[in-house]
């Protein structure tokens, strides 16, 4: 069924009984009024907008903090890498091939001394 405005000079307001819009006569012409749910559901989607536009940005800062974290890890990594192959070009035989023969030398040096305490010297003039 059909919806028919009325004639605007008895009624400059109209609602559609199937659609349940509401229409009103100016400038010339039927143009639909917003209702209280309708204008209730619009703020409800700006201020969803809204709160959407401050997660993105929370998102944006956080991805900027990430990316910041990962380029110090990779230093890290970078530095410890450095460290490692440091420490594998280290000759671990010859080090503990000269820390024994240190070892033996301190104990030969602690029998000499030793010894001397028990020397006596005869200083002759």
Known sequence: MSFIFPDP????????PETGITYEYADGMWTPVSTD???????????????????I????????VDRQLLVQLSNRVGTN????????????TSALS???????DIIELKSK????????????E
């Open 113 to 124: 001394v030793s010894s001397l305490e028990l020397t006596s010297f005869l200083i002759l």
């Open 37 to 55: 749910a309708e204008q209730d559901t619009v703020s409800q989607i700006i201020a969803d907008d809204d709160r959407q536009d401050v997660e």
């Open 98 to 104: 000269a820390l024994a023969i240190a070892q033996q």
């Open 9 to 16: 000079s008895v009624s400059t307001t109209a609602t559609n």
């Open 81 to 92: 890498e450095i460290d490692i192959g440091n420490i594998e070009n280290l000759d671990i």
């Open 57 to 64: 940005q929370s998102l944006k800062d956080g991805e900027t």
